[in-house]
Structures are given as structure tokens and as C-alpha cells.
């Protein structure tokens, strides 16, 4: 049973006849490297890339290129503009195919005849290109994402395990449930400190805190990693600790093995694969399992506001919430309201880079976790989530959301994971 908000909006939307698949907005202020120097990783990268998405035949070689119009138009014919076939377009920019190989020599005429360097941006598949195409007017300030800690992001990518996942997700479901007005609510949130303390390794940079809320007995826990360079800016990672099963309160039996065990799971594994490969963030990284989500968003919204309220610069927010069931066609679906249109396209440019990964967007159609409570101060904030909704896990909110029910593993998690190490170091830089 899905819970009351999302069952009311589904119930709405289904009398209005309305389809919640948005398209999503587009942003245009997704500033990437110069594009040779990115076309040049691409070409290295391209035999790993060989399953690519979306079907580039008799093109092995094939990036996405997004040009604006008007320089498109300037260029002349050499370089193969105008002319060439438009694959998406919008806010004055088109997207098209294009040959790496043929990179160089587009950045040369963009140089010559238009005095720019770079000029367009690739992309290795068209669903990163479209998602960072166009709209939002006048988004000059536009923050800036870069992919450029390979080396940092591979070792922590290549060592997370199904294994570890499984554990977290089968301890949290373990608990009767996890209700933050419940004995086993507080007891759950303490063994996520504990469980965080240990994975912490006695680093003297890392630091767990239960954080209280009033009105409720469930405490918040965060893990900081303080930032070695600007330890004053700060990125989270984030996903609620707490579960509830139908209208059963404290009493009902709510493992929440996927809402969301699997979340907290994912966190914990980006933490133990950071303190194993040595990482330390350039930036204050924290990691925070909110209590009491399922009743309204109430841990987040404390926490955000506080932030907000103490001044703290809050670069950017991922929420996991729902990451071990497989119910689309595609691996990660990016939540495409509620949440920041670039970094939304960040994120499909990191799972593109390091994982090989499907993704598409879907909309919650309301406010339907964590990231939201973020999203309303403004503040940067996404969610990468488990399939389509409505495709999504059918038994959350109920007695059956353990693991044993989705398969007994935690494979699909793993994805999520490797999104959580990359966001990390791409983010914590
Ligand atoms: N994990 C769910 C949100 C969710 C469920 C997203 C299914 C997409 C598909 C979350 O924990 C939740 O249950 N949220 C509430 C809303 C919240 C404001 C109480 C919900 O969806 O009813
Ligand atoms: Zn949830």
C-alpha cells in the first residue's frame, strides 16, 4: 500500500485524465569543461562505452554535441552547419549528432570564426544532452558542475558491494519499525549512529552526531567529514531512516527494507568506500539519515531550515530514498520536480561517466521525500530513484517491504551507490 499523499495525487490525477510524465524543464546552465578536452576523455573512454543507451549504429564513434542556434548558423557549411540533422532543440540551442572525431575541427572553427573556445558541450548520450538543454531564461549565474575526479571516483565506484548493502538494509528491516514516535524509531536511529561511528574508522576529520528534534522522540544522524580547503561550503547526502506500514503507528509492523532501508544502505556505503579509498572532501561533506520523513518531512525540514537559519552554504543536496527495486526499463529514473533542473543534469552526466547505467526522469507530482524540504529554501536538491513512479515498488507501507520480497539482494542498489561515490568526490572538490 502506497502512502496517503501519494495515493491521494494518484487518485487525482486519474479523475483529472492528466499524465504526470512532465517533460522535464530544461537548464542551460550546465557549464562543462572546455569540449575538446572532454571530447579527448570520451575517445579514451569510448570502448568501455561500447553498450551505449540509445542506438548510434554505424557510429561508433558518436557523441551529442549542443550548439547554440545562432552560432550553428554563423559557422558555415564546412563545418557541417547548417544543415545537420536537429535531434532535440530548445532556448535557442540544438542538440546533434556528432563523430569525436570531428571535434577538433569544430572547436578550431568556433575559434576562428567566432572567437569562442569550446562553444559546445558533448554528451555521451542523448538523454544527458536533452536534459541539459535550453530554458530557464536568463540562468546566467548558472552554478557550474564539472566532472574531473576520475581518480578518486573509479576505486570508490569499483568497491562497492551488493553485499554490504544487503546487510545495512536487512539490519534497519530487523527492527519491527522504524515509526519516529517509536522505542525501536529511537533505537533504530541510534544503531545508524553507531553503525556510521564504526564505519568512520576513528578518522579524526570524521564526526557522528545524533541531532534531537522537538516534538518527537526519533533523532536525525549526521556524519560530517570536514572539507580540508573550504570547509565553510557544504554538500549533503541524504536519505530518512524511518518507516511506517499503513495507518499502524508505532505499533505496526513496518520493516522498510526498500522505503528505506535501502537509502540509508546506499549512504552507508558511500561512507565505508570513502574512509577504505582514503578520500577526504575539499569541501564539508554530510551525510544525514532524517527521522521522521513518512509524517510529513518533519526531520528534513527541521535540519534544512537550521541550516538555512545558521547560515550554512549548502552547495547541493541528493536525496536517496527507494534504490533496490527494479520496476522500468531504465536503472535510475532523476525525479524531475521538486528538484534543480542542472543538477538534475549533473547527475545523469555522472552516471554516464562512470557507471554504465540507463536512466530516464519521472515526477512524483508532489513534494515525496526528503529533497523537497531542501528544494523549498532554494538550495540544490535531486532524487535519483528506483524506477518510474508507479512502476515502483508496490509493497512499501506494508509489512511486506523487506528485501527477501524484491529477490534477497541488493543489486540494484549498487547503482545508486556508485551515483553516491561520484557525487561525492565531483561534488566534495
Ligand atoms: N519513499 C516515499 C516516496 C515515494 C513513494 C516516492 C513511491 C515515489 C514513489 C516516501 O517515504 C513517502 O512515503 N512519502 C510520502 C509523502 C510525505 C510527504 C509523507 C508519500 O508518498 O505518501
Ligand atoms: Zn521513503
Known amino acids: 500500500m502506497a502512502g496517503p499523499v501519494k495515493t491521494l495525487v494518484a487518485l487525482l490525477l486519474l479523475a483529472a485524465g492528466t499524465s504526470r510524465a512532465a517533460a522535464p524543464d530544461f537548464d542551460q546552465g550546465v557549464a562543462v569543461r572546455p569540449a575538446l578536452e572532454q571530447a579527448r576523455e570520451n575517445a579514451g573512454l569510448s570502448d568501455q562505452k561500447a553498450a551505449r543507451p540509445e542506438g548510434v549504429e554505424g557510429l561508433e564513434d558518436a557523441v551529442w554535441i549542443s550548439v547554440a542556434d545562432e552560432d550553428a548558423a554563423a559557422l558555415g557549411t564546412?563545418?557541417?552547419f547548417p544543415g545537420r540533422e536537429v535531434v532535440a532543440a530548445g532556448g535557442g540551442v540544438s542538440v546533434y549528432q556528432a563523430r569525436i572525431a570531428e571535434l577538433p575541427r569544430l572547436a578550431d572553427r568556433m575559434h576562428e570564426k567566432l572567437h569562442k573556445c569550446g562553444g559546445f558541450f558533448t554528451f555521451r548520450t542523448l538523454a544527458a544532452a536533452r536534459l541539459a538543454l535550453?530554458?530557464?531564461?536568463?540562468?546566467?549565474a548558472a552554478r557550474e558542475y564539472s566532472i574531473d575526479q576520475g581518480d578518486r571516483v573509479r576505486p570508490m565506484v569499483a568497491a562497492i558491494d551488493e553485499a554490504s548493502l544487503g546487510r545495512v538494509i536487512n539490519q534497519l528491516a530487523a527492527y519491527k519499525n522504524r515509526y519516529y514516535?517509536?522505542?525501536?524509531?529511537?533505537?533504530?536511529?541510534?544503531?545508524?549512529?553507531?553503525?556510521?561511528?564504526?564505519?568512520?574508522?576513528?578518522?579524526?576529520?570524521?564526526?557522528?552526531?545524533?541531532y534531537p528534534h522537538k516534538g518527537w522522540a526519533q533523532e536525525s544522524v549526521i556524519l560530517t567529514m570536514r572539507g580540508t580547503e573550504s570547509p565553510d561550503s557544504v554538500v549533503v547526502l541524504g536519505g530518512h531512516l524511518d518507516s511506517i506500514a499503513g495507518w499502524g503507528g508505532d505499533s505496526a509492523v513496518a520493516p522498510g527494507a526498500d522505503d528505506n532501508g535501502s537509502g540509508i544502505a546506499v549512504l552507508a556505503e558511500a561512507i565505508r568506500v570513502a574512509v577504505r579509498t582514503g578520500y577526504r572532501p575539499a569541501r564539508t561533506v554530510k551525510f544525514i539519515g532524517y527521522a521522521a520523513e513518512e509524517v510529513g518531512l518533519r526531520g528534513s525540514r527541521d535540519i534544512a531550515e537550521a541550516f538555512q537559519g545558521a547560515g550554512v552554504d549548502v552547495q547541493g543536496v541528493i536525496q536517496f530514498d527507494m534504490t533496490a527495486f527494479r520496476g522500468s526499463a531504465e536503472d535510475?529514473?532523476?525525479?524531475s520536480d521538486?528538484?534543480?533542473?542542472?543538477?538534475?543534469?549533473?547527475?545523469?552526466?555522472l552516471i554516464d561517466e562512470y557507471t554504465d547505467l540507463r536512466w530516464g526522469t519521472t515526477a512524483c507530482g508532489y513534494a515525496c521525500s526528503d529533497h523537497a524540504s531542501w528544494n523549498a529554501l532554494g538550495i540544490p536538491a535531486s532524487l535519483p530513484f528506483e524506477a518510474k513512479f508507479d512502476e515502483d515498488n508496490p509493497n512499501i507501507h506494508s509489512a511486506r517491504d523487506t528485501l527477501a520480497q524484491i529477490g534477497g539482494k541488493a543489486d540494484h542498489a549498487v547503482g545508486f551507490a556508485?551515483?553516491?561515490?561520484?557525487?561525492?568526490?565531483?561534488?566534495?572538490?
Open 332 to 335: 535510475i529514473l532523476l525525479i
Open 134 to 140: 535550453a530554458a530557464v531564461p536568463g540562468a546566467a
Open 418 to 429: 556508485r551515483l553516491a561515490a561520484a557525487y561525492l568526490a565531483e561534488m566534495g572538490k
Open 181 to 210: 514516535t517509536a522505542d525501536t524509531g529511537v533505537a533504530s536511529a541510534r544503531w545508524v549512529a553507531d553503525h556510521w561511528k564504526s564505519l568512520a574508522g576513528g578518522r579524526s576529520d570524521i564526526s557522528v552526531e545524533l
Open 78 to 80: 564546412e563545418s557541417g
Open 338 to 349: 521538486y528538484t534543480d533542473q542542472a543538477q538534475n543534469a549533473f547527475l545523469g552526466r
